[in-house]
């Protein structure tokens, strides 16, 4: 009875905060240790000269300024920037030109939504990435199908002035994951507009730029700043295409990829962490800018 007694006395909000808190611990645990503790220490060891196998060792801010003279490391920026600003910015076109052909009631649209959903899901895996490299080898369906019109084609991986943009295609493929979330805002903007506006005797074009854009534009934002962090972070596809080395001449040379040469391949963790920060630097660059940009064309109506 004593003991029934002493829990009704203790309030039942602080039972259910102590169960919480309770329930949380493997979480927080993994946070620590998988997460915040790697990130702490990948920051310690941007200013060490570590090897893997011997002790680090405190080099100041040697590997800082040792990304002033690296010709590979400002390749690789070139590299990146380019993927980043030409890939993203058409994926989102390719995404919303669908989505808006998705929202015009065509039959069966759960089931072409999950049809282009799908290279969302496996555009970043290694078996899309060898395939992508079939697809636009020298013996590739691409040149097979050039040969039927009679037009000879090339080794477009294997080309520098064509390797990268082969990666570019294949990042445009991926749109289903902001073709989803442009369809889901779509269907939140009322027709009585698009009706207001057919009456006006406005055009579809004026009824897109006039209407849809700035109705739409908090989600074109949130599928902008994603999208570019997505394709900063890109490994799997250059990795796979070029065979680990970014080739042909550093035409795929993500940052990604030289970071993981470094880390990886020369066993420089030290200057490897260092670029791990730098990029992240960067991402938070560009996502910032996006953020003081916003206030200029997003229109968070009510």
Do not use: C
Request: proline share 4%; aromatic share 16%; hydrophobic share 55%.
């Amino acid at each position: 009875m004593d003991e029934f007694q002493r829990l009704d006395a203790v309030p039942s909000g602080k039972r259910d905060n102590k169960a919480a808190f309770v329930f949380l611990l493997p979480w927080f645990a993994g946070l620590l240790l998988i997460t915040a503790g790697p990130i702490a220490a990948s920051f310690a060891l941007g200013f060490t000269d570590y090897n893997l196998i011997q002790p680090p060792e405190f080099n100041g801010l040697d590997n800082f300024t040792r990304m002033l003279s690296d010709e590979r490391l400002h390749r690789a920026l070139g590299v990146t920037f380019l993927y980043v600003l030409v890939s993203a910015p058409l994926q989102l076109a390719a995404a919303l030109g669908l989505a808006m052909l998705l929202d015009r009631g065509l039959r069966g649209l759960a089931f072409y939504r999950s049809v282009f959903y799908l290279p969302s899901l496996v555009g970043s895996s290694v078996a899309i990435a060898v395939l992508w490299r079939q697809i636009f080898g020298d013996e590739g369906l691409v040149n097979q199908a050039l040969a039927l019109v009679g037009i000879q084609g090339r080794g477009w991986i294997s080309d520098p002035d064509t390797a990268l943009w082969t990666l570019i295609l294949l990042n445009v493929w991926t749109f289903g994951a902001p073709m989803v979330i442009f369809l889901a805002g779509l269907r939140q903007i009322p027709a009585m507009y698009y009706e207001a506006a057919a009456v006006d005797g406005a055009s579809k074009w004026t009824q897109f730029h006039k209407i849809t854009i700035p109705l739409l534009s908090p989600i074109i934002f949130f599928n902008l700043v994603l999208q570019i962090i997505h394709a900063f972070q890109s490994f799997t596809q250059a990795f796979v295409v070029s065979g680990g080395s970014g080739g042909p001449s550093d035409s795929t040379l993500f940052y990604t990829l030289y970071l993981y040469q470094r880390g990886f391949g020369n066993f420089d963790m030290g200057y490897a962490s260092a670029l791990a920060w730098l990029l992240l630097v960067i991402i938070a660059g560009f996502t910032a800018i996006n953020f003081w940009a916003a206030k200029y064309w997003v229109n968070y109506h009510d």
